[in-house]
């Protein structure tokens, strides 16, 4: 029986790829990549390009993400996925970081499970372990809580010592003023173990940053 497989790749690096998950994606007779934008590139797919064996079918699918062609363009996805395993076929299902870390990949699990297919889930590095090696900075320590909330939830944070502020594109002013409010230090990393990494700890630098793929890494007495 066919197997789907969903693969963290890590936050980008192709040196971060697990060699469980390269073994798998040398394993597949598919790969499957999510992109946000329709006929845009995948991070994921070009984070393991390496580890794709000659004549695997590569498709990119679209996942808008929040747009109103949203339920078509999944159900699109999730219909080539069921075609290329009732062919028989191994899917790996890739994406950006870990699969259970505010990925796609989750819905698309449930959806293969209920329909009956075996499914194999393949951890990846998670892009703020990446980036607390890259800027040498401690994520949690001793008896604390490590608190992970997006950065339209910031203003959640209550007692905890030690952040992690995930999808801060286009929140990046409301997240460092409410970071200072409350005495944070923090460190602003984006592309981490990729080309363009950027690495920020000025407040208007980061404001002024706006990428996509970025986070920030807090901590306080």
């Given at each position: ?21 390269a073994r ?13 934008e ?35 363009k ?28 505010y ?5 698309l ?6 329909r ?9 590095i ?66 981490a ?7 920020l ?6 404001i ?14």
């Open positions: 029986m066919a197997i789907l497989y969903g693969i963290g790749v890590g936050p980008g690096d192709p040196e971060l790829v697990t060699i469980k998950a798998r994606i040398a394993d597949s007779q598919v790969v499957v990549a999510p992109s946000a329709e006929g845009g590139e995948s991070i994921a797919l070009e984070t393991a390009r390496e580890y794709i064996k000659e004549g695997t079918e590569v498709v990119i699918k679209h996942f808008p993400m929040g747009k109103e062609n949203r339920v078509s999944i159900k699109e996805a999730y219909d080539f996925i069921e075609e290329k395993l009732r062919e028989g076929k191994n899917v790996s299902f890739l994406t950006i970081g870990d699969p259970y870390i990925s796609t990949y989750i819905h699990l449930k959806h293969m499970e209920e009956g297919f075996e499914v194999e889930t393949i951890a990846g998670p892009s703020f372990c990446a980036a607390a090696s890259i800027v040498d900075r401690t994520l949690v320590v001793g008896n604390n809580p490590l608190l992970i909330l997006p950065a339209a939830r910031v203003q959640d944070i209550k007692d905890e010592k030690y952040v992690v502020i995930m999808k801060v594109y286009k929140q990046e002013e409301l997240v460092v003023n409410t970071l200072e409010e409350k005495g944070f230090d923090y460190v602003y990393i984006s592309r173990g990729r080309e363009g990494q950027v690495i700890d000025k407040k208007e630098d980061i002024q940053a706006r990428d996509y793929m970025s986070l920030i890494l807090a901590s306080r007495e």
